[in-house]
């Protein structure tokens, strides 16, 4: 069954902090905060185009959900729940920061049928959480998923590559800790340096260096693989390109790129395909129609990359995310296991 969110964007709302590279109204393309009755017009809006038989959720996305007020979030999920007791909306997702995690919040979020609590982990390494303004230790991480695990609602994990005082080494080993949280899935983000930001100073005084594309590329396809490898559903690879965020002077910095997660999947499959290249003077590819994009990439780039040696057949009989080269079939977990 198809799933859909309803996305309801808090903005900056509920959270006390100031990330060096937050400026969530830049990043949400959303100006102002979200009432009871905007929510509700938000559902009724979604409900009307959305397919009957599919699976839907509200998304609070945008803020420090569990940081605003018991009695506001209470009355949030409240609006909400008619639909799901209806059948018309099938659960509630939300992000959140791990220190604004306990089990009297995981509790009353239950209750209002929550299916998943994404955490804003963005590192585990304590230097660039400190370098991020974050200020919190790695533990209160572990114990925020435990909780969260422990409550039978699904864990989502967001980690950000190239903050300040991160490396391609660090952005790793973070990934690798996430693997063992088992998160159900999770997002990457390269960092943007968004105007309006303690990141923005630090990026106009030459205090950060942002990653190129290539660079952010080289370093997602590692993570992304990583987590596919192990089951860990990557829901996003990239910022959404909001109009805002499109809009010239938001971005001042860093790897946007409206198909990011394209980009990262042609790489991979480059990498994969080079990697056969080594014992064979040829590349005789069958793929499912739904896989021709990844394989060939953005503007056929792997295509002309390979030129005469690369032919493509497309095969409908063959599953989703399989690839036959020169013969030989490959699974999913072939493809990925040569980045990681």
């Given at each position: 069954?198809?799933?859909?969110?309803i996305?309801?964007?808090?903005?900056?709302?509920?959270?006390?902090?100031?990330?060096?590279?937050?400026?969530?109204?830049?990043?949400?393309?959303?100006?102002?905060d979200?009432t009871?009755?905007?929510?509700?017009?938000?559902?009724?809006?979604?409900?009307?185009t959305?397919p009957k038989?599919?699976?839907?959720?509200?998304?609070?996305?945008?803020?420090?959900?569990?940081?605003?007020?018991?009695?506001?979030?209470?009355?949030?999920?409240?609006?909400?729940?008619?639909?799901?007791?209806?059948?018309?909306?099938?659960?509630?997702?939300?992000?959140?920061?791990?220190?604004?995690?306990?089990?009297?919040i995981?509790n009353?979020?239950?209750?209002?049928?929550?299916?998943?609590?994404?955490?804003?982990?963005q590192?585990?390494?304590?230097?660039?959480?400190?370098?991020?303004?974050?200020?919190?230790?790695?533990?209160?991480?572990?114990?925020?998923?435990?909780?969260?695990?422990?409550?039978?609602?699904?864990?989502?994990?967001?980690?950000?590559?190239?903050?300040p005082?991160?490396?391609?080494?660090?952005?790793?080993?973070?990934?690798?800790?996430?693997?063992?949280?088992?998160?159900?899935?999770?997002?990457?983000?390269?960092?943007?340096?968004?105007k309006?930001?303690?990141?923005?100073?630090?990026?106009?005084?030459?205090?950060?260096?942002?990653?190129?594309?290539?660079?952010?590329?080289?370093?997602?396809?590692?993570?992304?693989?990583?987590?596919?490898?192990?089951?860990?559903?990557?829901i996003?690879?990239?910022?959404?390109?909001?109009?805002?965020?499109?809009?010239?002077g938001?971005?001042?910095?860093?790897?946007?790129?409206?198909?990011?997660?394209?980009?990262?999947?042609?790489?991979?499959?480059?990498?994969?395909?080079?990697?056969?290249?080594?014992t064979?003077?040829?590349?005789?590819i069958?793929v499912?129609?739904?896989?021709?994009?990844?394989?060939?990439?953005?503007?056929?780039?792997?295509?002309?990359?390979?030129?005469?040696?690369?032919?493509?057949k497309?095969?409908?009989?063959?599953?989703q995310?399989?690839?036959?080269?020169?013969?030989?079939?490959?699974?999913?977990?072939?493809?990925?296991?040569?980045?990681?």
């Amino acid at each position: 069954m198809k799933h859909y969110n309803i996305p309801v964007f808090i903005s900056h709302f509920g959270c006390p902090n100031d990330c060096v590279f937050c400026n969530q109204k830049k990043i949400n393309g959303c100006e102002t905060d979200v009432t009871l009755e905007d929510l509700k017009e938000i559902i009724e809006e979604y409900l009307k185009t959305l397919p009957k038989k599919s699976k839907k959720e509200v998304a609070f996305f945008g803020g420090t959900f569990t940081g605003i007020s018991i009695e506001l979030q209470e009355a949030y999920l409240k609006v909400v729940k008619p639909y799901i007791d209806k059948g018309d909306i099938q659960g509630i997702r939300l992000s959140t920061r791990p220190d604004y995690i306990d089990e009297n919040i995981v509790n009353l979020l239950k209750k209002y049928n929550v299916t998943t609590i994404e955490l804003g982990v963005q590192s585990l390494d304590p230097l660039v959480l400190k370098k991020t303004a974050r200020y919190y230790p790695e533990d209160v991480v572990y114990r925020a998923c435990e909780i969260i695990k422990k409550s039978g609602i699904d864990l989502g994990i967001q980690v950000m590559i190239g903050l300040p005082g991160s490396t391609e080494k660090s952005d790793i080993e973070t990934a690798e800790k996430v693997v063992n949280l088992h998160p159900e899935n999770a997002r990457i983000y390269p960092t943007l340096v968004i105007k309006e930001t303690k990141l923005a100073d630090m990026y106009k005084d030459r205090k950060y260096k942002a990653l190129t594309i290539e660079e952010a590329v080289e370093r997602t396809k590692k993570i992304y693989s990583l987590f596919l490898y192990n089951n860990i559903n990557v829901i996003r690879v990239g910022l959404q390109p909001t109009d805002d965020l499109r809009e010239d002077g938001n971005v001042l910095g860093g790897p946007f790129h409206p198909a990011f997660r394209e980009l990262v999947e042609g790489e991979i499959y480059f990498d994969f395909l080079s990697e056969i290249l080594k014992t064979s003077e040829k590349l005789d590819i069958e793929v499912n129609e739904k896989d021709v994009s990844k394989v060939i990439g953005i503007k056929k780039v792997n295509k002309n990359r390979f030129g005469q040696l690369f032919n493509l057949k497309i095969d409908s009989r063959m599953e989703q995310n399989t690839i036959k080269v020169n013969g030989r079939l490959f699974s999913r977990k072939d493809i990925l296991k040569g980045e990681i």
